[in-house]
């Protein structure tokens, strides 16, 4: 079982920046990516940004450029700095791992929420 544990979301004006925190805890034996999803009101679940435990990284293209993702091992952390904050990238976030197997973990979830 894995734990993860959210942090960073609030309120920000368009233009601004949030850095939003994701603590795993647990068996990360297997892990293999860590990453951020986001859904926003009326919308499904859609990647943001994912790192692997080699380093490789995939950003959504509407988040490309403005959202840098980054991990550390010691404690597994997984980092999303979100700058040139848009009304349109308020959503909620959800922090996630992927395990080799194909299993995944989710956080509980974190608020962003950009106003104009």
């Known amino acids: 079982q894995v734990q993860l544990v959210e942090s960073g979301g609030g309120l920000v004006q368009a233009g601004g920046s949030l850095r939003l925190s994701c603590v795993a805890s647990?068996?990360?034996?297997?892990?293999?990516?860590m990453g951020w999803y986001r859904q926003a009101p009326g919308k499904q679940r859609e990647l943001v940004a994912y790192?692997?435990?080699?380093?490789?990284?995939n950003y959504a293209d509407a988040v490309r450029g403005r959202f840098t993702i980054s991990r550390v091992n010691a404690p597994n952390t997984v980092y999303l700095q979100m700058n040139s904050l848009k009304p349109e990238d308020t959503a909620v976030y959800y922090c996630?791992?992927?395990?080799?197997?194909?299993?995944?973990?989710w956080g509980q979830g974190t608020q962003v929420t950009i106003s104009s």
């Open positions: 996630n791992v992927r395990n080799y197997g194909g299993s995944q973990y």
């Open positions: 647990g068996n990360m034996f297997s892990a293999n990516a």
């Open positions: 790192i692997t435990s080699s380093g490789g990284i």
